[in-house]
């Protein structure tokens, strides 16, 4: 079983910087992916970034260039770096962490932190 913490999600206005923490603790694979995926009200969850153990990064084309993931082995912690926000990255965003590889991996999710750009 594996529990994730979500924590860093707030209110700022746009072209401030936020900074997303996921803190994952129990049985941890050495290979899996974690990643953030926001949901914005009325639409369905979305993927923002994914960085594998080994440290290849995916985003979705709408944050590149202004999101970075990053992660802490030691801590089992990912990070979200969130710069030049903008009113549409308003969300609930999700830490997930997928263990292990192939089609047996199991996924688990954190409960969310709700991140908000306005003016």
């Known amino acids: 079983q594996v529990q994730l913490e979500e924590s860093g999600g707030g209110l700022v206005q746009p072209g401030d910087t936020l900074r997303l923490s996921c803190a994952a603790s129990g049985n941890i694979f050495g290979f899996n992916t974690m990643g953030w995926y926001c949901q914005a009200p009325g639409k369905e969850r979305e993927l923002v970034a994914t960085?594998?153990?080994?440290?290849?990064?995916n985003y979705a084309d709408s944050v590149k260039g202004r999101f970075t993931i990053s992660r802490d082995h030691a801590k089992n912690t990912v990070y979200l770096q969130m710069n030049i926000l903008k009113p549409e990255d308003t969300a609930v965003y999700y830490c997930?962490?997928?263990?292990?590889?192939?089609?047996?991996?199991?996924?688990?999710w954190g409960k969310g932190t709700l991140v908000t750009v306005s003016s």
């Open positions: 960085i594998t153990s080994g440290g290849t990064t």
């Open positions: 997930k962490l997928r263990n292990g590889g192939g089609v047996s991996a199991m996924e688990y």
